[in-house]
């Protein structure tokens, strides 16, 4: 079982910049990808960018150029340094992770409980 962490929501002006961060813990034998997605009011949840255990990282079209993410595979914990924050960034944003357990030799996914981020004046 994998529980997540997330943290570094909040309200920021335009330009603005936040970061969040979502840390991994529990028994797994590892983390493939950790991602974050966000969802805004009546639409669908959404990649913002993901990374895997190598390091390679993706992002959507609406976030190339302002936003980051990381992972430290130490800890656990995966990093999404947002910048030029714009009012449409507005939204829940979750941790994902894919992983492998020690029972299953299959990938399972998990989602954090989300964290609010509002781009606002």
């Known amino acids: 079982q994998v529980q997540l962490v997330e943290s570094g929501g909040g309200l920021v002006q335009p330009g603005g910049s936040l970061r969040l961060s979502c840390a991994a813990s529990?028994?797994?034998?590892?983390?493939?990808?950790m991602g974050w997605y966000h969802q805004a009011p009546g639409k669908q949840r959404e990649l913002v960018a993901s990374?895997?255990?190598?390091?390679?990282?993706n992002y959507a079209d609406s976030v190339k150029g302002r936003f980051t993410i990381s992972r430290d595979n130490a800890k656990n914990t995966m990093y999404l340094q947002m910048n030029s924050l714009k009012p449409e960034d507005t939204a829940v944003y979750y941790c994902?992770?894919?992983?492998?357990?020690?029972?299953?030799?299959?990938?399972?996914?998990?989602w954090g409980q989300g964290t609010q981020v509002t781009v606002s004046s």
């Open positions: 990374i895997t255990s190598s390091g390679s990282t």
């Open positions: 529990g028994s797994f034998f590892r983390i493939n990808v």
């Open positions: 994902y992770v894919k992983y492998k357990s020690y029972s299953s030799s299959l990938l399972t996914d998990y």
